[in-house]
Structures are given as structure tokens and as C-alpha cells.
């Protein structure tokens, strides 16, 4: 089951995110930090009615933000469509003991089907250059690399963009 987050659940989505981020650190993967994903950054997504978890035997596994609103730092990519009516990806995270077991492929139909069903022209999402896994699982899913960008804070290694077209 999917469904927005409570804000009494951050916690738990918080558990979910460190245990992410161990788990690519101990993979080379230097993508998420202390600082990210943040207690804050959930807060204000719960606020927007963006969080969304997902619940596997009674037990949130996983999380993703969908959003309307683009980061500035999206600004200067080359997108395949306007940036007017996009939707985007953020934060997308299934707890180490549960991944390879479908559960991002349901995080992402829910999203393609959301986008759909509210009419918006695209979704967007940035990956991680290093994360090579992440960038097969988003392009056999028909998403678009299409530039990059830098979070400093974040890694030294630039972010890749993708876009993917919704089609009814």
C-alpha cells in the first residue's frame, strides 16, 4: 500500500534513510550523508502533502517525494518538455532488507500512473553519477538522461537528470 506520510512516521522514514545511506557508503557510493535526506527537508514534505510510504506488512519499507515544484538547480538542464507541468522525483528510498524484491518498480508505477492520472506533462529526477544501479533501473523504465548537475554538499560528483513523458 502507498499513501501520504504522517508526520509522526518521519522517524521511521528517517531509519529507512540512514540505513540507505550506510548501505551505499559501504557500496562507494557517496550520494546520501548525515545531512541528507534531513528531518527538516521530511517535515516540509509532509507539509506539502509530497511524502509518500510505502507499507509492506504493516511496516513502512519505503518512501518517495513527488512533487510540482523544481529545484533551481534543474534550471540550466535541457528538458524534453517545458517546465510548466512536470512532476518530480525526490528522495526515492526502500530500506537495504528490502530491496531487489520489487518494491522500487511499485514506488515508480504508483508515480507514472500519479503523473497520468493529474495530467502533468513529465516526471523528473536527478541520480547519482556513481550509482550505476539506480541509473539502469530508471532507463529501463523509459527515462531520458539528459545533463547534469551538482550538489556540493552532497558529493563532489555531478547528479544525472532524467525526464520521462507521460503518455495517456
Not at 559501504?26 to 516540509?44: G, V
Not at 529545484?71 to 537495504?96: C, F, G, K, M, S
Request: glycine share 2%; net charge neutral.
Amino acid at each position: 500500500m502507498i499513501r501520504l506520510a504522517k508526520k509522526i512516521e518521519i522517524p521511521r522514514i528517517l531509519s529507512i534513510t540512514k540505513a540507505c545511506a550506510k548501505d551505499m557508503i559501504r557500496h562507494n557510493i557517496l550520494q546520501w550523508n548525515e545531512d541528507y535526506p534531513s528531518k527538516n527537508a521530511f517535515e516540509n514534505d509532509i507539509k506539502r502533502n509530497e511524502l509518500y510510504v510505502l507499507i509492506s506488512d504493516n511496516t513502512i519499507i519505503g518512501c518517495m517525494v513527488l512533487t510540482p515544484s523544481m529545484d533551481t538547480e534543474y534550471i540550466p538542464i535541457n528538458w524534453l518538455t517545458v517546465n510548466d507541468n512536470n512532476l518530480y522525483i525526490h528522495r526515492l528510498a526502500i530500506h537495504p532488507n528490502n530491496q531487489g524484491m520489487g518494491f522500487a518498480q511499485i514506488l515508480m508505477d504508483f508515480a507514472e500512473q500519479f503523473a497520468v492520472h493529474n495530467n502533468y506533462t513529465s516526471i523528473r529526477l536527478d541520480t547519482f553519477s556513481k550509482n550505476v544501479r539506480n541509473q539502469k533501473f530508471y532507463e529501463i523504465r523509459g527515462f531520458k538522461r539528459l545533463g547534469e548537475i551538482h550538489f556540493p554538499k552532497q558529493s563532489e560528483f555531478p547528479f544525472y537528470c532524467y525526464e520521462w513523458l507521460c503518455e495517456k
